[in-house]
C-alpha cells in the first residue's frame, strides 16, 4: 500500500514540477522582450480572499517607450498589497502588446514557478521515501 501511495505522491510531484517548467518557461520568454516602465500604483481593487480575509490587485498607469499610456490592473491579488495609491513601481510590459504586463518583484515575477517547483519537489520527495519505505516492508 505505501509503495502506491508513493507512486502517487511521486506522480503529482512530477506534474507540479511540469507546471513549474510551464511557468518557468512563459516568464522566460516573456522577459527576453519585455521593456521597462515606470508606473504609479493609480487604486487598489479590494477582493474577498479563499480564506475570508480582503486581497488588493494594483491598478497601475505606466508610459509605454511610443508615449501611449496604459492603465493595467494586476491579475494576481495579495495581502499585503504591491503598495499603495501613488506609490511607483518598476514594471515590463510586452511592447507588441503593454495590456501584457507584471509588476518587476521577484515575488511577482516568479511566484508560479517557485510555487509549483517547490509543491513538485516536496510530494516527490515525500512520494520516494514512502515507496522505498514500502519495499522495505
Known amino acids: 500500500m505505501l509503495i502506491l501511495v508513493g507512486l502517487l505522491f511521486v506522480g503529482i510531484g512530477i506534474v507540479f514540477g511540469a507546471l513549474a517548467w510551464f511557468f518557468l518557461a512563459r516568464t522566460r ?14 487604486d487598489l481593487v479590494e477582493s474577498s480572499g479563499s480564506e475570508g480575509g ?8 505606466f508610459q509605454t517607450a511610443d508615449g501611449r499610456e496604459i492603465q493595467w490592473t494586476e491579475s494576481m491579488a495579495s495581502n499585503p498589497p504591491a503598495g499603495q ?13 503593454p495590456q501584457k ?14 510555487l509549483f517547483g517547490g509543491m513538485g519537489a516536496l510530494f ?3 512520494g520516494v521515501v514512502l515507496a522505498v519505505v514500502g519495499v522495505g516492508q
Open 124 to 126: 516527490f520527495a515525500i
Open 101 to 114: 504586463a507584471r509588476i518587476a518583484k521577484t515575488s511577482r515575477l516568479w511566484f508560479m514557478p517557485m
Open 54 to 61: 480582503t486581497t488588493y490587485s494594483a491598478v497601475v498607469r
Open 85 to 97: 495609491r501613488g506609490d511607483q513601481l518598476l514594471m515590463k510590459y510586452d511592447p507588441a502588446n
Open 29 to 42: 520568454r516573456f522577459l527576453r522582450t519585455a521593456v521597462d516602465a515606470t508606473g504609479t500604483i493609480t
